[in-house]
């Protein structure tokens, strides 16, 4: 076996442990889930982290949404690039200024919103120009871009004609029939104006016409119903939304499949195109579908470690790690704790210690579905449970403001074994980011995980302090 990375060779015990069902890992216990009851292990779990990765972006967002229930707060500026710097660059500071029909601004309304958006401050007077303008728009999930949209297409319809005027298409089912709720709750008064869902087991009779002014779906459906079924027109269409760009990209065939519907739409539709990150392919990918943008880009808020006590804590084994978790546990008052392990398998293992010294625990694992995830977190997040034990796959981009302690179990690696700065840096960044103060607790179990913290020390040039947790009195004065 390869030893030369130490999460690799935890990943290939694991995976020959599971397949072949008669190595055991030493003190393996079934998985317990919080409540209890067991969890079935699943085959080649944590052995796959690409496709895993690549699997998660829609189910992230996904997740994202579902947990979700306001707007991101961010004090970065907009960056608006216009195509035309002649034009006057607008900006709006209330949803008046829009002049919407009132039907929408009654829609806008009973949703709770008082006011745009950084985003839709900008980009909806760009989205709701005459004659309509290209965008492609970019800020993190949270900020508004769905809502702006949203209220983009709505305004843009006439509902005395009977057949699609809007596209919109979305990386997955469930994420389609997401946007497709905040389209039904913001058209609410609009009634008028109807939807029609492009996913896969809609089946439609051959020959036959889509009535609805709206449709949203994914790549696949819709390109099938523009080119090969034609229900609908795509010469008709007047506004084309692409959301979630960097989670399209991600999937097989998703990106060719929106680039044909995008070639069968007329010269003068309005392309929109949104997505919560911006690297190079995804860039590329956004200039092919939307030519000549205004492009409006918010920055993510910045995480920092100035807020951030961190600690480390030597032992030799996973056990050592549980029982000094204890003793930390046994001296300080914590609130609420997020503890990262590297696999599901530690994960889940852990969990069900700490069930049985008595806490009440959260487990976040890979295996679960969506819903069930969120399900845990809004759980966490309302207090219900007050240690969330995860793998940083589930975890990524979840913030629970409350948390104030953040244990890596495991220190987070890359898949070459390389220490993940970035990671490390969004684990613990999390407890700083709502101007509190934050601890973190590092676990270190091997001369290659002290080898890993160092350099993850110089590299953001921040002491990590080591953490004696035989000795109550120095755990007590961590927490002051
Ligand atoms: N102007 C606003 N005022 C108050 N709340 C808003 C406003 N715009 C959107 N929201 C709410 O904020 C949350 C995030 O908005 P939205 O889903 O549009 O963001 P997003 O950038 O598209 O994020 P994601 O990609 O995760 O969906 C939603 O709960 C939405 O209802």
């Given amino acids: 076996m390869a030893t030369d990375s130490w999460a690799l060779a935890v990943d290939e015990q694991e995976a020959a442990a599971e397949s072949l069902g008669t190595l055991q890992i030493k003190d393996e216990k079934p998985k317990v889930e919080a409540n209890g009851t067991d969890v079935k292990p699943v085959e080649n779990a944590e052995t796959k982290p690409d496709d895993e990765d690549k699997e998660d972006k829609a189910a ?39 002049r919407l029909k009132p039907q929408l601004l009654q829609g806008v309304y009973a949703m709770g919103f008082n006011r745009p958006s950084k985003i839709q401050e900008n980009a909806l007077p760009m989205m709701l120009a005459e004659p309509p303008q290209n965008l492609i728009a970019q800020s993190q999930s949270g900020t508004g871009k769905t809502a702006a949209f949203v209220l983009a297409m709505l305004s843009h319809v006439d509902p005395a004609r009977k057949y699609p005027q809007c596209l919109c298409v979305s990386p997955t089912y469930e994420l389609a029939l997401q946007t497709g709720k905040v389209i039904e709750q913001m058209g609410k008064s609009y009634t008028e104006v109807k939807l029609a869902y492009a996913v896969r087991g809609n089946k439609l009779e051959r020959g036959m016409k889509i009535q609805e002014q709206i449709v949203i779906g994914t790549p696949g459906t819709v390109l099938d119903w523009c080119a090969k079924l034609k229900f609908i027109d795509a010469k008709k269409i007047k506004v084309f939304v692409l959301d979630e760009a960097d989670v399209m990209i991600a999937t097989q065939g998703h990106q060719d499949q929106s680039i044909r519907i995008q070639r069968m739409l007329p010269n003068d539709c309005q392309m929109l195109l949104f997505s919560a990150t911006f690297e190079d392919s995804v860039w590329k990918f956004a200039q092919r579908i939307v030519p000549e943008p205004n492009i409006i880009k918010l920055k993510r808020e910045e995480e920092t470690l100035d807020t951030i006590k961190q600690y480390y804590v030597l032992c030799n084994s996973k056990e050592e790690k549980f029982q000094a978790l204890c003793n930390i546990y046994g001296a300080i008052t914590i609130a609420q704790a997020m503890i990262f392990c590297h696999t599901r398998k530690t994960a889940g293992w852990l969990a069900g210690e700490l069930s049985r010294e008595g806490h009440q625990v959260a487990l976040l694992s890979g295996e679960m579905m969506v819903e069930q995830r969120a399900a845990v977190i809004e759980r966490f997040r309302d207090g ?37 700065n970035e990671t490390y840096l969004h684990r613990i960044g999390r407890t700083g980011r709502f101007g509190k103060r934050g601890l973190a607790i590092n676990m270190v179990d091997s001369k290659l995980s002290m080898s890993i913290l160092n350099r993850i020390q110089d590299h953001f040039n921040k002491k990590i302090e080591k953490l004696d947790t035989h000795d109550l009195d120095e755990i007590e004065k961590i927490a002051n």
């Fill in 60 to 98: 992230q967002s996904l997740l994202n949404k579902l947990i979700r229930s306001n707007l991101v707060n961010t004090t970065n500026q907009v960056e608006v690039l216009q195509r035309d710097p002649n034009s006057p660059l607008y900006s709006v500071k209330s949803f008046e200024e829009l």
């Fill in 384 to 420: 219900k449970e007050k240690v969330l034990v995860t793998t940083n796959v589930c975890a990524r981009g979840i913030d629970v403001e409350q948390v104030s302690v953040v244990i890596n179990f495991d220190l987070p690696v890359d898949r070459e074994g390389n220490p993940d």
